[in-house]
């Protein structure tokens, strides 16, 4: 596939390795958040995050940010345009790996990173919407010299913070997979809202998944307030199984909501996965895979 024109980055010397150990502070901040996920996890938030958060929305903040000082990535492979992995709600870069491989191995660069707030990054500061994740993650590319273009994968409301990045810096996007992504106008419960509606599951959640969870709605706005979408390949891929608890209405919701995504973007093509719930990339890696081969044009 043909890239998007780049644009000048600063070359960053730096000899850290591709995948990076915190400070002794955020070490220790990333153990705490660590035995937070351990907990977490053994008391069913993620799958309840899974009805809650079909995709999140958020802000309307577009002031410069100050980027945390560094991201856990790994960058494998070689060639252009480089693959951008973007996690959901509450994961790190390992929900990418497998997939990771197989397209570093046989088809250009990929990237996978945690963002700021999760175990073995650097610790979160100021608001965690849309603005603020999209500008640490270019930061942290410029800062090891990963230049555009860039074809970006985003799950869930890793989705969302993919279609701010494209639609506010088209000239760095050479085409996007949103995986079951969040819509920008899907609405969420805050943290009060939560409490008064009992849901403890929200409120158990480690600190940084309740600050994106809550700052999810100004992401959505940030979205809305963006530019139109690039016409750049696209391919939204949506899930059709049912989220434990869903309802008939709140599964037609979802559906209209990916209806709409796929719309939204010049030419996309929207691809039902069936057999696969919200993590599709665990459900389905192969369709995933495919999806990003034909992005980037190394299909066989």
């Known amino acids: 596939m043909s890239g998007a024109a780049s644009q000048e980055w600063p070359i960053v010397r730096t000899t850290a390795p591709e995948v990076e150990c915190g400070s002794m502070s955020s070490h220790k901040s990333s153990i705490l958040v660590s035995n937070r996920f351990r907990a977490a996890r053994k008391h069913g938030w993620r799958a309840v995050l899974g009805v809650v958060f079909l995709a999140a929305v958020l802000t309307a903040h577009t002031e410069p940010v100050r980027a945390a000082s560094h991201h856990r990535m790994v960058i494998e492979g070689q060639g252009e345009p480089t693959v951008v992995f973007e996690a959901g709600l509450g994961d790190t870069l390992d929900t990418w790996r497998p997939i990771q491989m197989e397209i570093a191995g046989q088809c250009t660069r990929t990237v996978t990173y945690t963002r700021a707030g999760y175990p073995g990054s650097a610790a979160a500061s100021g608001t965690r919407d849309a603005a603020t994740v999209v500008n640490e993650l270019r930061w942290e590319l410029a800062r090891r010299n990963v230049r555009p273009p860039y074809v970006l994968v985003g799950h869930s409301l890793g989705g969302l913070y ?7 810096y088209p000239e760095e996007v050479a085409g996007l997979v949103l995986v079951d992504s969040t819509h920008r106008e899907q609405q969420l419960p805050n943290e009060s809202s939560a409490r008064r509606a009992g849901r403890a599951v929200v409120l158990y959640m480690p600190l940084i998944v ?3 969870f809550n700052d999810s709605i100004l992401a959505g706005e940030q979205v809305s307030a963006s530019p139109p979408p690039p016409a750049v390949p696209t391919i939204v891929l949506s899930s059709t199984r049912a989220l434990r608890g869903e309802t008939p209405a709140s599964r037609a919701l979802a559906a209209r909501f990916q209806d709409e995504l796929a719309k939204e973007f010049p030419g996309a093509r929207h691809v039902r996965v069936f057999e ?6 665990v459900d389905r890696p192969e369709i995933v895979t495919e999806a990003v081969r034909e992005v980037v044009g190394c299909t066989s």
Do not use: D, K, L, W
């Not at 993919?162 to 506010?168: E, G, V």
């Not at 696969?276 to 990339?281: E, R, T, V």
């Open 162 to 168: 993919m279609q701010y990045f494209a639609r506010q």
């Open 210 to 212: 309740r600050r994106e």
């Open 276 to 281: 696969s719930g919200h993590y599709i990339h």
